[in-house]
Nanobody
Framework: QVQLVESGGGLVQAGGSLRLSCVAS???????????MGWYRQAPGRPRELVAS???????NYADSVKGRFTIGRDGAGDNVYLQMSSLKPEDTAVYYC?????????WGQGTQVTVSS
């Protein structure tokens, strides 16, 4: 089993920045199989959508709506990832979830709220 804990959400004005972090813990054998890790978000009344993902090989994938504004990366060694968000817009308001894939399972964090005021 893998547990994912997100942090770093909050309220920010449009044009501002936030950095989200996701820490993975649990069974070391499962953690070592994680690939990729990613960030998703869900706004009220909308489906959950991919924001950004990062493979162990360093390949990244971003939603078109965040390209050039958001950056996904690793915090140090291991399976902790961050999402650096800049030039935030009100439409970025959502609950942001960390996700980790292993060959057997998909794990989700509990989510962290990001609210961007205009």
């Amino acid at each position: 089993q893998v547990q994912l804990v997100e942090s770093g959400g909050g309220l920010v004005q449009a044009g501002g920045s936030l950095r989200l972090s996701c820490v993975a813990s649990g069974n070391i054998f499962s953690i070592n199989k994680i690939n990729p890790m990613g960030w998703y978000r869900q706004a009220p009344g909308r489906p959950r959508e991919l924001v950004a993902s990062l493979t162990n090989a360093g390949n990244t994938n971003y939603a078109d709506s965040v390209k050039g504004r958001f950056t996904i990366g690793r915090d140090g060694a291991g399976d902790n990832v961050y999402l650096q968000m800049s030039s935030l817009k009100p439409e970025d308001t959502a609950v942001y979830y960390c996700r980790a894939n292993t060959p057997q399972n998909i794990y989700w964090g509990q989510g962290t709220q990001v609210t961007v005021s205009s």
